[in-house]
């Protein structure tokens, strides 16, 4: 498998990962609200990672 196409799966598995968690901290727990503030700072995960993703991919080198 090609290093891009592993760096893209793997970006897209840590976002929804991430997504994943973030909504059960929102609203797994007992309803508190640091616990809402705890799964909105995760849930803002999610787009720093596809950005830091897309650098990655964009800086690597490119094969003719």
């Known amino acids: 498998m ?4 592993i ?3 793997t970006t897209l598995l840590a976002a929804f990962a991430s ?4 909504v ?3 609203f797994a727990n007992d309803g508190a609200i640091e616990d809402r503030l705890n799964g ?3 849930g803002i ?5 596809l950005a830091f ?4 991919v964009q800086a690597l080198p490119k094969k003719d």
Do not use: E, M, N, Q
């Open 53 to 56: 993703g897309i650098f990655l």
């Open 2 to 5: 090609k290093p891009v196409t």
């Open 40 to 42: 909105i700072f995760v």
């Open 24 to 26: 059960w901290l929102y």
């Open 45 to 49: 995960w999610v787009p720093s990672i």
């Open 19 to 22: 997504f994943v968690f973030s």
């Open 7 to 9: 760096l893209r799966i």
